[in-house]
Each structure stands twice: as structure tokens, then as C-alpha cells.
T-cell receptor, first 114, second 117 residues
Framework: QKEVEQNSGPLSVPEGAIASLNCTYS??????FFWYRQYSGKSPELIMSIYSNGDKEDGRFTAQLNKASQYVSLLIRDSQPSDSATYLC??????????????FGTGTRLTIIP | NAGVMQNPRHLVRRRGQEARLRCSPMKGHSHVYWYRQLPEEGLKFMVY????????ESGMPKERFSAEFPKEGPSILRIQQVVRGDSAAYFCASSPGDRDRGLHEQYFGPGTRLTVT
């Protein structure tokens, strides 16, 4: 079983709609969860972090965490063509003793259709 | 506030040569992580360093690869006797490392794309 799993896509969403990206993880004790956006040929860009169960909103982005189900998701509202990218889910191990090395999923490729 | 800096951005080496990749963390960040992204694969952790200390090198191949983060200057990832399979994008990320204040998010540099011919 992969430690962090994501649907590789591609996921196509019409402009203006909600894009929903999902991620599951295997380490039940993981405490920290991150979503990164990576454009082709570029480096990962942090867009959301979440540490507690529930929802966390930042602009058009909402991260949702359910530790009991070992599930984290990212919603992008009012999707724009500039949101077309690969979205990476990342998780820190437990226990980590201050070592926050990230385990990444393989990413979901999102395409916003104008 | 300058972001994470990496150089060179592109590096071409012949098989058997050495590659040196440099990373300067964001101002105020004392934790450096190196990751490798092979073509069409995900990002993989290699090594975690603090100033003058290697904390975790569990993701780094045991041979030919080494890393350091000296008291002064950038962190360096060194690959000796490169082979074609080392061709990849190497990313450095830095973090303030203050988990108690929630300041442990990692910010990535632009990466070094290594091509071994």
C-alpha cells in the first residue's frame, strides 16, 4: 500500500466550477498535511496546510481533513484556467521528533476547461 | 523576503563527473530538506539537515551521494561519479523549524535540473 495515494487524473473541470481533489494516507498518526501546486517544469508551491480535523478556507481554496478516515481533500472554487496544474498531497510522518520530512503522493493533474 | 535559492538551475554532467548542487534557505530558516523528482515520478525525500548537522539521510543513496549544511554558506548536495539514472530535478526546501508556533511549513526553491549525458 502506498503511503500517500492520489488519483493521477487527469481531472477536467469547466471554468467557474468546483474542482475536488482527494488524498488518502496510510500512517494513522500523521499530524500535518499539505497541498502543493506544481506547474509543469516548475517547483512545488505551498497553497494550503491543515493540522486539525475539519475545514480550513483560504480564498478560493478549502482543505478538508478527516483523520479517522485518513483522508484529506482540496476544493478549488470558481476554477480558473490558471489553476491548471498538478496538485500534490504531502504528509509528515509520526512520530517525527521534529523531523518534518514530507511524503508526497504522485499528484493529480487538473485541467480547467475555458 | 527572498525565497529559497538554488543554483545552478540547470546542470549538465558527463557520466563519471561530479555534480554539486547548492541551496540557500529563506532568511530565518534553519532547516533544509532535499527532494528528488525523477521524470514522471513523484517527489522523494532525500535528506534533512540543520546547520552543521545531518538529521535524517534515510532517503539518500548510500553511495556517491552526500550532503552538508555548514555553519556559513549554502547547503550542498554532492553527487560523485554521476550516472544516467541520476538525471532528475533536485529540489531544496526550507522551514523555520519552530513547530510550537506552527512554523514548520516547507517552501521550495526553483530546483536544479541535472542531466547526465
Amino acid at each position: 500500500q502506498k503511503e500517500v495515494e492520489q488519483n493521477s487524473g487527469p481531472l477536467s473541470v469547466p471554468e467557474g466550477a468546483i474542482a475536488s481533489l482527494n488524498c488518502t494516507y496510510s500512517d494513522r498518526g500523521s499530524q500535518s498535511f499539505f497541498w502543493y501546486r506544481q506547474y509543469s517544469g516548475k517547483s512545488p508551491e505551498l497553497i494550503m496546510s491543515i493540522y486539525s480535523n475539519g475545514d480550513k478556507e483560504d480564498g478560493r481554496f478549502t482543505a478538508q481533513l478527516n483523520k479517522a478516515s485518513q483522508y484529506v481533500s482540496l476544493l478549488i472554487r470558481d476554477s480558473q484556467p490558471s489553476d491548471s496544474a498538478t496538485y500534490l498531497c504531502a504528509v509528515t510522518p509520526f512520530p517525527n521528533f521534529g523531523n518534518e520530512k514530507l511524503t508526497f503522493g504522485t499528484g493529480t493533474r487538473l485541467t480547467i476547461i475555458p | 523576503n527572498a525565497g529559497v535559492m538554488q543554483n545552478p538551475r540547470h546542470l549538465v554532467r558527463r557520466r563519471g563527473q561530479e555534480a554539486r548542487l547548492r541551496c540557500s534557505p529563506m532568511k530565518g530558516h534553519s532547516h533544509v530538506y532535499w527532494y528528488r523528482q525523477l521524470p514522471e515520478e513523484g517527489l522523494k525525500f532525500m535528506v534533512y539537515l540543520q546547520k552543521e548537522n545531518i538529521i535524517d539521510e534515510s532517503g539518500m543513496p548510500k553511495e556517491r551521494f552526500s550532503a552538508e549544511f555548514p555553519k556559513e554558506g549554502p547547503s550542498i548536495l554532492r553527487i560523485q561519479q554521476v550516472v544516467r539514472g541520476d538525471s532528475a530535478a533536485y529540489f531544496c526546501a526550507s522551514s523555520p523549524g519552530d513547530r510550537d508556533r506552527g512554523l514548520h511549513e516547507q517552501y521550495f526553491g526553483p530546483g536544479t535540473r541535472l542531466t547526465v549525458t
